[in-house]
Each structure stands twice: as C-alpha cells, then as structure tokens.
T-cell receptor, first 112, second 117 residues
Framework: SQELEQSPQSLIVQEGKNLTINCTSS?????LYWYKQKYGEGLIFLMM?????EEKSHEKITAKLDEKKQQSSLHITASQPSHAGIYLC????????????FGQGTELSVKP | GAGVSQSPRYKVTKRGQDVALRCDPI?????LYWYRQALGQGPEFLTY????????KSGLPNDRFSAERPEGSISTLTIQRTEQRDSAMYRC???????????????FGEGSRLTVL
C-alpha cells in the first residue's frame, strides 16, 4: 500500500527565516495536495500539484513536485508567526481524487 | 452554510454505547468524505459519498462503523458498541466534482472529537 513520509516531523524557526518541508511517497503519485491545520480547526487546502516538475506559489509558500512524481517539497520564504501550524501532504489513491493518503504531518513553530 | 459544519464538536461516551456524528457539507457540494485522525497522525480515509450514493467504504475499520447520506446533503457516521480504540478526531470534508471527477481539494470541518471511556 502507498505511504507518504514527511520530514521533518517538527520544525522551530526564527521569524523571517526560510524553511522546507518534504513529502516522499513510496509509489508514484497521481497528484499531491498540501494542507495546513491549525489547532482546533479543520484542514485548509493550500495547493495541488499534478504534473511532474510542476511548481506553484501562493504568497510566500512554494510547492514543487519532482519529475518522477514521488517527492514534493513545500518551501516558505521569510516565515511569519501566521505560518505556524501543521502541514500535511496528501496523495490520491488510484483515480479516486478525494480519497487521500496523508503523511503524518510536520508541525511548524515560528518564533517572533 | 458558509463552511462544513460538524456536530457535536466533543463527545464523551462510555464503552459499549452507540454514537452518531453529524456532518452538514457546504451547500452544493456533491462529494462528502469522512476521515479519522489520531493524535500526531494525518487523517485516515473512512468512506465517501457522491450525492446520496456511498462510493467507497473500504476505510471503515469494521462493521460497527456505518455512514449514510440519505438525501445527498447531511451525513451521519454511526459507531455502534464503541470501544476505547475508537477515540479519535472524526473529520468530515466536502468537495465539488471537477470535470465529473472527484478532486482532492477538500473543504474540511472542524471535526468531532470522540472520547470513549
């Protein structure tokens, strides 16, 4: 069965610093979704990547999917306290787009 | 409503009792998903519906778990004869179809935290 492994599991950075979170799949991904979760709230969709080599950006967050579609990275530039939370990557199983396998999450803390 | 609404937000029950968790999706969203999330883990798929039809229930752990969405809107996840291992956050999500296909762009509710004593 497919598994998604995220690294690091947790991260503490100083405000203003850049950081990268990685997501590695045991099998080729049909797509890759990044979500953010804050304590007491639901998951919030960030970005979707579908093609090998694809890169998308939203504000200061950039996500990439490698050519082989087995690894994705999420990069945050000039981190802010508002970026704190748990970042989760999810990959669809087969052709059922909403049936996602999630990684275990990366908890990000940003120190002011 | 504006977002996915789940109730109750918190449920404490005794082992052996039945519980029903409710999900009210975003108006017009065809697809509705149930996930379960243990502490420190990512959500785990349970089941999903397109309209009122249950499309996949392969993630339901055993036959004590069931879900329905009789009118294609509100859904109920029922756990019978609860056990301590059922304690978790139960998350509902809804989405539109994209080109007639399910997409992983899900809108999640805040979840229902179940504690079984």
């Amino acid at each position: 069965s497919q598994e998604l492994e995220q690294s690091p599991q947790s991260l503490i950075v100083q405000e203003g610093k850049n950081l990268t979170i990685n997501c590695t799949s045991s099998k080729t991904l049909y797509g890759l979704y990044w979500y953010k979760q804050k304590y007491g709230e639901g998951l919030i969709f960030l970005m979707m990547l579908q093609k090998g080599g694809e890169e998308k950006s939203h504000e200061k967050i950039t996500a990439k999917l490698d050519e082989k579609k087995q690894q994705s990275s999420l990069h945050i530039t000039a981190s802010q306290p508002s970026h704190a939370g748990i970042y989760l990557c999810g990959g669809p199983t087969g052709n059922q787009g909403g049936k996602l396998i999630f990684g275990q999450g990366t908890e990000l803390s940003v120190k002011p | 409503g504006a977002g996915v609404s789940q109730s109750p937000r918190y449920k404490v029950t005794k082992r052996g009792q039945d519980v029903a968790l409710r999900c009210d999706p975003i108006s017009g969203h065809v697809s509705l998903y149930w996930y379960r999330q243990a502490l420190g883990q990512g959500p785990e798929f349970l089941t999903y519906f397109n309209y009122e039809a249950q499309q996949d229930k392969s993630g339901l752990p055993n036959d004590r778990f069931s879900a329905e969405r009789p009118e294609g809107s509100i859904s109920t996840l029922t756990i019978q004869r609860t056990e301590q291992r059922d304690s978790a956050m139960y998350r509902c999500a809804s989405s539109l179809l994209s080109g007639g296909r399910n997409t992983g762009e899900l809108f999640f509710g805040e979840g229902s935290r179940l504690t079984v004593l």
